[in-house]
């Protein structure tokens, strides 16, 4: 059984030292994000906070985009990544070049690209979102098409909620693009509908269609604190479920949930790790970093 007290001890003393925030996404394991995060929330609220904070180091316990996104808005801080290799299949869909050639295939059409991608993806695009202000960002924008990219599901669902003709690429979640409605139905069955059922909007229609709320992860955990349903399935990661059980203790949490592994591959022994030696640090071309940032801040503005 694995004893964490002296990793969160060692953590969050070197953190004083190091002036040093640790940011955490709500898919961050329980021992991690009830211990050591002083931050915690979905991508809008760590961008948002990466922005803001004075501490002169920021670790981020997520995934690599999330890491790149608190560089390109604070480059004077040190971002450390504690596993570099902590990707998302939503960022390895798309390239700059793919986005340059959408460009040219939609002249004049804005492009509005989901955080889950590379900062050199972002710094082709207009404006990014986050699937927690993706619908108002959506319709901030000039004229009736959008290109919505690279999440396929996360447009379709934008689509539903604006008058705005949405364009789609291919990307997915692997966590969420695994989820089914016929899954969804077998539980409502199961529970003889006594359940409620949320979901993350990057799952595929079929999914959205069976659920009771879609929305961001800050947006799930919103809904569960304020309206305390007696049963809930959380169609995400399984964190999610973990870390709101701990401080929703009326609210019975049921399966199915899937793991991200990328999300993973972050441990209390690699945030020591990085904390001790200042390493994996993240870094961003400036000229790349300049031309992203404008695309995230736009989006930070939005519900200014
Ligand atoms: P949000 O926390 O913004 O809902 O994002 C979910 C996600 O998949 C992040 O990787
Ligand atoms: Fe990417 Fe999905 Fe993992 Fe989030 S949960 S980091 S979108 S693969």
């Known amino acids: 059984w694995p004893f964490h007290a002296p990793l969160v001890h060692a953590i969050n003393r070197l953190k004083k030292e190091r002036n040093a925030v640790i940011l955490a996404h709500n898919y961050q ?16 609220l760590l961008a948002r906070k990466a922005a803001e904070t004075d501490a002169e180091v ?3 316990a997520g995934v690599h985009f999330m890491a790149e996104t608190a ?17 998302c299949s939503l960022a390895d869909s798309i390239t700059a070049a793919d986005v340059r050639l959408l460009r040219e295939r939609y002249p004049g059409v804005p492009i509005a690209t989901y955080v889950n991608t590379s900062a ?10 986050t699937s927690g202000n993706a619908v108002e960002v959506i319709n901030s924008l000039p004229g009736d098409e959008v290109l919505c990219i690279p999440d396929e599901y ?18 997915h979640c692997e966590v969420h693009e695994r989820f089914t409605g016929d899954q969804l139905k077998a539980y409502r069955t199961q529970f003889k509908g006594d359940i409620t059922i949320i979901a993350h909007p ?8 069976e659920a009771d709320f879609v929305g961001s992860t800050a ?49 209390l022994s690699n945030i020591l790790e990085s904390l001790v030696t200042m390493q994996p640090e993240v870094h961003v071309d400036p000229a790349v970093a300049g031309r992203a940032r404008l695309a995230v801040e736009r989006m930070l503005a939005v519900g200014r």
């Open 29 to 44: 394991a329980p021992e991690i994000f009830h211990t050591v995060a002083d931050i915690v929330g979905d991508s809008l």
């Open 58 to 60: 920021i670790v981020l």
């Open 71 to 87: 560089k390109i808005l604070s480059p004077e801080k040190t971002v450390l990544m504690p596993a570099m290799d902590a990707g």
């Open 120 to 129: 050199a993806v972002k710094a082709e695009s207009d404006v990014c979102i």
């Open 154 to 171: 996360l447009a379709k669902w934008v689509a539903t909620q604006t008058t705005k003709k949405v364009i789609a690429w291919k990307g």
């Open 202 to 209: 990057e799952c595929p229609p079929d999914v959205l269609a």
């Open 219 to 267: 947006k799930m955990q919103d809904y569960v604190e304020g309206q305390q349903p007696k049963r809930v399935l959380l169609i995400t990661e399984c964190s999610m479920a973990d870390n709101l059980a701990a401080t929703n203790p009326a609210v019975e949490f049921v399966r199915p949930c899937n793991l991200c592994p990328h999300m993973r591959r972050i441990t």
